[in-house]
């Protein structure tokens, strides 16, 4: 079994994230498409979902890119992943799959129920910009030591 983000979240996320740190909270179309890795053709798929959400506004013209419009401190990892990925399908039965009926629960039901409960309950608290903060401290070189 695999429990991971789809590289959309994933690229979605490092979006966000290249954003909140560039010059002016603002990124060009191609810097983006550059610190992501993708096209510029594929930028706008990746986008799509965090401008809908209302996280990201995008101005078109020679000064135009994206820039950060919310408090990502108050948006959680569960509000992207269901922008990018479409809400959870709590219906959906891990052993049976889509022959699950209301009726039947399979021997599997409670275990997994209660886990992915968990699951979507750390994604609730986990927010964006406090996962930012946290990333970008992880990953600033460290401070020149100077001599005693």
Request: aromatic share 4%; net charge neutral.
């Amino acid at each position: 079994m695999r429990l991971e983000l789809t590289k959309k979240t994933d690229l979605a996320f490092q979006a966000l994230e290249f954003i909140t740190v560039s010059r002016d909270d603002k990124a060009t179309g191609s810097d983006l498409a550059e610190a992501l890795s993708i096209t510029t053709q594929y930028l706008p798929h990746v986008m799509a979902p965090l401008t809908k959400a209302g996280w990201v506004v995008s101005t078109s013209g020679p000064r135009g890119g994206y820039s950060i419009e919310a408090d990502l401190a108050s948006v959680s990892l569960l509000d992207l992943v269901e922008a990018v990925e479409g809400r959870f399908d709590d219906s959906r039965c891990l052993h049976l799959g889509p022959k699950h009926n209301g009726g039947h629960r399979c021997a599997l039901h409670d275990p997994w129920m209660r886990a992915r409960s968990a699951l979507l309950r750390e994604l609730r608290v986990s927010a964006l910009g406090d996962m930012i903060v946290a990333h970008r401290s992880n990953t600033q070189p460290a401070a020149p030591k100077t001599a005693s």
